[in-house]
């Protein structure tokens, strides 16, 4: 067994075939939605394979049929856990919730995201920042923070940069609508559609693991680079993340999500 893939994790199962180690969100239960334990485990496993040089590929998906159903609410809303929270967005330097979606740019190895059932919110910013995102048709894709009265704070700024044209991001996070994988492909969402989108990564990583991995490793980075953003566009997804948290229209949202009658207060901010 490959040494990574003995690693013990509560959220995550990760097993290796040859050189190619797939990472797995295990919590069905909840839709494979991201909670504090979710996002500590993918960021250490993330630092286990980029110092690993035998890793040659890594396949990221999902238990049960499902990616990632977005942030674990209930997790994040948990009294405990708030001050650490707010302490993620206030601090000047990269987010904890930034770091586990911008982590997988910086794994020295191609990595593949496999989308099936919800890949939503957090789940989206996550898959974004792969290199290749393939998807089952039906799969559903959401930026979904507007909903919310929030904005995408996990390095989309970053990650949706060379993706997805400008235009078709800002409609999609100002409007939170969901679309499937198909709508998504044409969009530049999604790289590819496939009905067995685990097998078909699979294929696409022996694929890369027969090339030079100093090559697909050069490739990575000198491609990554024509798109390089500076930490301060980081930093403004915080910043308006705190504004959005503590705005009047915040709670209001909230509401809207139960009862659609609920209308909006005035723009607060400029």
Not at 105 to 127: F, H, N, S
Not at 148 to 166: C, E, H, I, K, N
Request: charge should be positive; proline fraction near 4%; glycine fraction near 6%.
């Amino acid at each position: 067994m490959h040494a990574i893939a003995t690693y013990q994790y509560e959220t995550l199962q990760v097993s290796a075939t040859d050189n190619i180690i797939t990472v797995t969100i295990n919590r069905p239960e909840k839709k494979n939605a991201m909670s504090f334990k979710v996002v500590q485990e993918l960021i250490a496993v993330a630092g286990r394979i980029s110092k690993d040089k035998a890793v040659r590929a890594v396949i990221l998906d999902g238990a049960e049929g499902t990616f990632c159903a977005g942030i674990d609410l209930g997790d994040l809303n948990h009294p405990k856990n708030q001050a650490f929270a707010l302490w993620e967005l206030v601090k000047p330097w990269q987010s904890l919730f930034q770091r586990v979606c911008l982590v997988w740019r910086e794994v020295p190895v191609p990595v593949i995201a496999v989308l099936e059932g919800y890949c939503i919110g957090a789940g989206l910013q996550l898959a974004l920042a792969c290199d290749v995102r393939i998807s089952h048709p039906e799969c559903k894709l959401s930026i979904m923070e507007a909903k919310w009265g929030l904005v995408p704070d996990m390095g989309l700024t970053q990650s949706g940069f060379g993706v997805v044209r400008a235009d078709v991001l800002k409609e999609l996070a100002m409007t939170a609508r969901t679309i499937n994988a198909e709508e998504g492909k044409a969009l530049g969402l999604v790289s590819h559609c496939s009905e067995t989108p685990l097998e078909q990564a699979q294929k696409l990583a022996t694929e890369f693991a027969e090339r030079s991995p100093d090559a697909v490793l050069a490739s990575k980075r000198v491609i990554n680079a024509m798109f390089d953003q500076p930490a301060t566009t980081l930093y403004k997804e915080k910043f308006w993340q705190l504004k959005m948290m503590f705005g009047r229209n915040r709670k209001l949202a909230l509401r809207k999500a139960k009862q659609a009658s609920t209308a909006f207060g005035k723009r607060q901010f400029r």
